[in-house]
């Protein structure tokens, strides 16, 4: 009797990994297609356990992302952390990524060990309408980010702007802001709140300051902006208008509001 259950057992198992490395992943993604809106799918090729999809597409009217060739190679190892999980590659915005997705039974999502590069012309089309030019190469390393429930718990992550340059004409006459060596941390503190640190160096503006946000949405804004001494003078004449003048030269801006009410 135990001979029979073992060759049962066996043979289950023989069936479904058969089933994951060689069943095609299209007609599986195809079935699916409902239940991911506003994730749009094309171009699915391979196997359920390694295969790739020619062009995904996030259609949200707030912000839109588009990604190509996105290829993933389930991670077994995923099993034993109590969900499923996969190895993913992408590429988009003039550059690419890859890291590990991994879905918790109980419907969390985690990301980890997911780096990135991107030519930040590229993500100009982001943007609401054309209020800024941007020039200079970013990457980036996100250590962990987790959703629980739907809702953001966790990110902690570095990005980097490598020669950043912003042109903006959102205040009238072309201002051009040289940023030098632009930095973004952003790292996970309690009660599921984040502290995002920014600073610069190396160019025409020096940024120093913080960002603390809430889960609810709340934040507050504490940002010093320095010029250089050779600074372009609209640059300069902007900060006069629209932020306050600070010891040391520099500039400040302080703000509190709400990120989901727009304030």
């Given amino acids: 009797m135990m001979r029979v259950v073992r060759l049962v057992l066996l043979g289950l198992l023989a069936y479904i990994v058969s089933v994951v490395f060689l069943f095609p992943a299209a007609p599986l993604v195809e079935r699916i297609k409902p239940q991911i809106q506003p994730v749009q799918l094309t171009g699915v090729t391979g196997k359920l356990f ?31 952390k109590g969900g499923a999980g996969a190895n993913v590659s992408f590429q988009g915005y003039g550059g690419g990524g890859d ?23 590229e993500l100009e089309v982001l943007l609401p309408g054309p209020v800024a030019d941007f020039s200079g190469q970013i990457d ?16 902690d992550g570095t990005i980097n702007w490598n020669d950043a340059v912003i042109v903006t004409r959102l205040y009238g006459p072309e201002i051009t802001a040289n940023l030098g060596q ?4 952003i790292s996970p503190e309690n009660n599921a709140a984040h502290l995002v640190t920014l600073k610069s ?8 300051g913080t960002v603390n946000l809430s889960a609810n949405g709340d934040y507050t804004t504490n940002l010093l902006l320095t010029p250089a001494a050779n600074a372009p003078q609209p640059l300069i004449d902007t ?5 306050r003048p600070d ?5 400040r801006i302080q703000h509190s509001g709400n990120m989901n009410q727009g304030t």
């Fill in 50 to 80: 390694n295969g790739q999809v020619a062009s995904v597409v996030y259609a949200d009217d707030l912000l839109p992302l588009e990604f190509q060739n996105v290829g993933w190679k389930l991670a077994p190892g995923a099993l034993l």
């Fill in 99 to 121: 890291g590990q997705v991994r879905k918790q039974w109980n419907g969390d999502l985690n990301v980890s060990d997911l780096t990135f590069n991107a030519d930040s012309k």
């Fill in 140 to 155: 980036g390393q996100i250590d962990t980010v987790q959703l629980v429930g739907q809702v953001l718990e966790t990110f």
């Fill in 182 to 185: 632009f930095n973004i941390v």
């Fill in 201 to 208: 160096n190396g160019g025409d503006l020096n940024l120093d």
């Fill in 239 to 243: 900060l006069k208008q629209r932020t």
């Fill in 247 to 251: 010891s040391g030269g520099g500039y």
